[in-house]
């Protein structure tokens, strides 16, 4: 390894996992990587420890410090134990696991129950896997002061994480995430571990709480004369191979839904996603062999959810009859919308009422709550800022939904994070509710836009993997910073939000007013006409995302394509300015 460009501290870390007490199979692996002399990979794989982000602990899976494996998620178990301990003194600790359909989630999730019960942590262990909303429910019917959920998400196959999760069933935010975190990075060697499992401190569930955690969500229909009507509304399921397969058919069928067709390649659990590029109902691709079947059967909806079922892509039908993808913010807006409109009707809106979103979703719900006098927070990028307001708020006001334009969706507070199971059974819902009235949802969102004027807003993903990409996100973000752009698109730049200063400044007079929210690296850019960019390393993924925002208003419905056409050579103007 000496005659290996690399850096001290990596060729450190490296011995050390050479010489310690690790599987062989790891030492091979790295043995293999420095054989083949490859700098690149090593680097990655040990250049830091893997590092909580806005979705928790999350990475490609393999040997090395920057790795997913047994140590790494040993030791995140160690430290949040070790914390833990520390939290809840005198109590018997009480912790929920699930997992999702990824490679190597079960044997992960095995070595995650065994540290806590190691540690006199008492487990209740999903006998098998379950979404990350059920989880969340879990940790709060149980009476758990903690719960992992074993998921990378939406991410490519090569990857799993590690969500912890707090009392309230939401994910950790400061100061316990930074507190665990610190837990994590005193544990100096893997003989800090308790990787020794004590069976008597866990027990496995499953149907009793699939039972709980559906009752629950069949308590928030609120159209139920209307989707009786419509109980044979034709909707096209697939869960793209993950949990979503296990709830979602039986919470449709609890909410009145006589007609789900399921997408049966993609009801196969395969942690290899055979039949799509990337698992993530974002990606049009995603939903191919869905509208294939949309389109066969003649279908209503097409709901997909991701491998851990916390996020749900949807796709309705044009005035043309032709099968399109909404995107989140769209989805978000015809749910608010529907859920304010029935609790209005139904006499539910006494000004103690709220929803929520974060600070890069569409801004015309804003505007919809604003019409309803019902309060809309505004929150940090991650649904676990979300969970902690509605904690905050638990008891003296109402939640009513929240979201997130990256396909994240919360109706009721049974859960603290997004959870498409209940999401899909409410998209349903107002799909029966306004084909009822004759109407359906392309054509409630053209009346949105009518009526609200016309947001349009689009995610440009720029993917930087490994170190150098890491560093290449960083300068970019001090550029923008350093150099801020005076104008986007032809307009001036009018405000500027720096979230990792926490400081909002006028373009125009140089006056500064302090955000009160917790430091975050994000910028945004207002331009005088109301147009919004943001700027945002992706916390789990190797990526910087741009979201933007521009509005115009809209005449008739008879006007959206022109409309839509003029805002996008804006919205393409404006990412140029930006260098994208």
Known sequence: MKDLALDTNIKEKIKKWLTGNYDESVKAEIRHLIDEKNITELTDAFYRDLEFGTGGLRGIMGAGSNRVNKYTFGAATQGLSNYLKVLYPAQQIKVVIAHDNRNNSASLAKVVADVFSANGIFVYFFEGLRPTPELSFAIRKLGCQSGVMLTASHNPKEYNGYKAYGADGGQFVAPHDEAVMNEVAKISNIEDIHFDGVSANIEYIGKEIDEAYLEAMAKLSVSRDAIHRQKDLKIVFSPIHGTGGVMVPPALKRFGFENVILVEEQMVTDGNFPTVIYPNPEEAEALTLALAKAKSVNADLVLATDPDADRVGLAIKNDEGQFILLNGNQALCLLVNYMLTVWEKAGKL???????????????????????????????TGFKYIGEVMTILEGKKTFVVGGEESYGYLVGEHARDKDAVVACCMFAELTAYYKDKGSNLYETLLDLYVEYGFYKEKLISVTKKGKAGADEIKAMMENYRSNTPTALGGNKVAMLKDYKRGVSLNMKTGETEKIDLPSSNVLQFFTEDGSIITARPSGTEPKIKFYCSVKAPLASKEKFKDVESDLDKKLTSMLKDLGI
């Open 350 to 380: 006494d000004g103690n009422q709220y929803i929520m979103k974060t600070i890069v979703t569409s801004y015309m719900i804003d505007k919809m709550a604003e019409s309803k006098n019902v309060d809309c927070y505004n929150v940090l």
